[in-house]
């Protein structure tokens, strides 16, 4: 849903003036939030630079949409400061409004109002002219592919039909920073990927986007810098390949055709590094450092076959975000 002020412009220079870091447009330092005796944000600190997507990955509870609601003025901080493009969302939310769109974790269109409707409403009250809010809803009904149903009460619309229609309401004036937490939850993977796309075109026009999400091929594809925030707190952040390499680098995952032969093979590949069974690997496979890539394939495989010990399937791969979260967590997303 669109948050911009329908009766404040951004402080004059007779109100509260920006303070910003120059190579930022969203600066938190030290965000704390508690609800009652529970400390949820324990000291968030990140930036995101102007253009970029920033991927905010945690499991439930970690603090990720509580980070989203202080950001978007809907919740009040206890202490930190955070900014949107140098105005503070403590003291100056009328400006941060009128600056930033949100798609939150639950569809915020009205159900009794049609598609087109609901997006004529939001141009309204975003000050477009009738004409314009007209226009502005069919490209956005033909964009996230609602014509069909535009003339339909959202109180019929799928899971999926809502986050389109809620994004779509996000986005009828083009935000300068956009908040998108879980927005692809409930959608099908066409859908996913529609949304995908329009992320994309939107950083292209240069939008700063924050995205959080369980899906974590999802900021593999989408996000230029990733934070991961578990209890409260950021415990990794970085690009996505840096995060990777900080699990390490590519690895042999390995099935045996007999799961019999795991303790043979552990003991045939011992002097080759560390070995791993369930963590980064799936499925009952074997995984091994490969540091010299292709080589070290080559070596397990004359090894094994040496041996007389079958191979099921072998493969050379580099760490995926689900291996990264597990090594900074211990647990998955979905905890």
């Known amino acids: 849903m669109p948050l911009k002020s329908t009766s404040a412009s951004p402080p004059t220079q007779s109100q509260p003036t920006r303070s910003q870091p120059a190579d930022s447009i969203v600066s938190v330092q030290n965000l704390t939030k508690r609800f009652g005796n529970t400390p949820v944000l324990r000291g968030i600190t990140l930036s995101v630079q102007r253009g970029t997507v920033l991927g905010v990955l945690g499991p439930n509870g970690a603090g990720k949409t509580t980070a989203i609601n202080c950001l978007t003025t809907l919740l009040t901080p206890d202490s930190g400061t955070a900014t949107i493009a140098g105005y503070d969302v403590v003291r100056q939310p009328e400006a941060v409004r009128s600056l930033i769109g949100l798609t939150g974790q639950f569809a915020a269109v009205d159900e009794i109002l049609t598609a087109r409707e609901n997006l004529i409403l939001f141009g309204r009250l975003l000050r477009l002219s009738r004409k314009a809010a007209h226009d502005r809803a069919d490209e956005l009904l033909t964009q996230f592919d609602l014509s069909e149903a535009a003339n339909r009460q959202v109180k019929t619309f799928s899971g999926g039909m809502r986050r389109r229609l809620d994004l779509a309401a996000s986005i009828v004036v083009l935000p300068l920073v956009l908040f998108l937490d879980e927005p692809t939850t409930g959608l099908d993977p066409r859908s996913r990927q529609q949304l995908w796309s329009v992320v994309q075109s939107l950083k292209d026009r240069g939008v700063t986007i924050i995205l959080t999400t369980q899906y974590l091929e999802e900021a593999d594809a989408l996000a230029d810098q990733i934070v991961v925030i578990d209890h409260g707190q950021v415990i990794a952040e970085g690009t996505v390949d840096e995060l990777k390499d900080r699990v390490g680098g590519k690895f042999c995952e390995l099935r045996l055709a007999n799961l019999e032969d795991i303790p043979q093979v552990k003991g045939l590949l011992a002097d080759m590094g560390d ?28 090894r094994l076959e040496s041996a007389n010990i079958a191979i099921a399937d072998i493969s050379l791969r580099r760490p995926s975000l689900d291996d990264v979260f597990f090594a900074l967590t211990g647990h998955t997303t979905q905890v």
């Open 275 to 302: 070995i791993v069974t369930g963590e980064m690997s799936e499925g009952g496979a074997i995984a091994i450092a490969a540091p010299k890539g292709a080589s070290t394939l080559t070596e397990i495989v004359l």
